[in-house]
Every structure is written in structure tokens, then in C-alpha cells.
């Protein structure tokens, strides 16, 4: 549940992209962030830091993005989101006696200290892991940059609504912009359905790790 919460801006923002293009889809995430929390706050007075990390990076990134009218700045920010979380949870390996998920999970499960460590490790990992792969979709994968690189060049412009191809373009510039407009489409559907699944699948083998290093609770006998 708790992780269908944290997705729920990047829900909001799949389907505001879907119906009115990226520029709006951005300011819905930003509002959606809010939104939670201030839910958040008003719930348990307080805010845990995943909500408030996205907010305030959302903040920036997707700022520069509608005041820039540059998308590539809402499209670096979970690769920042997923290398801060990284840094973080590396910093808790040298500060304190404890890892920082064994601080989050060391009350309700009991393992030797070697797994945890082990644990935050690959955590870290799949932090850095993540934000490079969505680098690998904007850059590469996608093929997004090049092609938005293609239709400026081509057009003379430097701020250009993918949503709104037609209503500006014809002919070939039409086709440059529509392609470009395509691959802006893989990496927002990467972004809900491809993020989502690598961390479910993540979250899935951290418990089998989990579930084989956990001590068992000593049995009570029953008396005859």
C-alpha cells in the first residue's frame, strides 16, 4: 500500500501526460507531491523523507521544465531522486552502528547484523542501478534526446510542444516532430510501468533474501 502511494504522483503524472502532453503532466506531479504531503503531515504530523526528497526535487526539475520549456529536466529527476537515496543509505554504512534499513526494518525482523549490511548494499545498488537505467531510456534506449535534437535543428526553434505537433508542422517537420513525440512516449511509460516493476521485482527478492536469513521464533511445547 505504502508503495502505491509513493507511485501515486507518477500515476497522476502518466495520465495527465496521456490527455495534455508533458509541460502539464509536470505540473500535476508537482501539485500530486504536494498533495501527499500535506496528507502525510495532517495523517501523523509528520512527513516522511521519500515524499518530501520527491517534492523538492520536483520542485526544481520540473520548474526548470516549464520555465525552460525543456522536458529533459523533469526526465533527470528520478535518476537524482535514486542517486540521493544511494548516497544516503551508503553514508548510514560509515555514521552510526546501525545501516539505514536496518534502522527502517530492524524492529519488526530479526537477522544477524552481516545480512543487514549486506541488505543495504544491495539497496544501494539497485539505487544506482535504477537511475542509470532511466538515463540508458532518456539518452539511448528511447532514442528521445537525438530525436528532439533532430526537430530543433531542423525547425530553427528551442521550445517545442511534442503534444502539439500538428498544430505546428507540416510535412517533414511533421514526422520529425511526431517520431520525437513517440519517444518522449517510451520513457514516460518507462517511468510508471517499467520503475514500477523493477522495484516490485526488487522488493519481491529482497523478501526471499529475507525469508532465508530470518531466525526462527523458539516454539513454546505443550504439556501432555
Known sequence: MKLLVDFFPILLFFVAYKLEGIYVATGVAIVASAILVIWSWLRRRRVETMPLVTLGLLLVFGGLTLALHDPIFVMWKPTIVNWLFAAVFLASQFIGKRSLIERMMGSAIEIPSAVWTRL?????????????????????????????????????????????????????????????????????????????????????????????????????????
Not at 521485482?201 to 511445547?221: C, G, I, N, W
Open 120 to 224: 543495504n548494499v544491495m539497496w544501494i545498488g539497485f539505487f544506482l542501478f535504477t537511475g542509470l537505467v532511466n538515463l540508458f531510456v532518456v539518452y539511448i534506449g528511447s532514442g528521445f534526446f537525438g530525436a528532439r535534437e533532430a526537430i530543433m535543428l531542423a525547425s530553427g526553434l528551442q521550445e517545442i510542444d511534442l503534444s502539439a505537433c500538428a498544430e505546428r508542422f507540416v510535412g517533414d517537420l511533421l514526422s520529425l516532430c511526431n517520431d520525437a513525440h513517440a519517444r518522449e512516449d517510451i520513457w514516460v511509460n518507462f517511468k510508471l510501468f517499467g520503475m514500477m516493476g523493477m522495484t516490485l521485482v526488487f522488493v519481491l527478492a529482497q523478501a526471499f533474501y529475507l525469508s532465508r536469513h530470518m531466525k526462527d521464533e523458539p516454539r513454546t511445547l505443550e504439556a501432555d
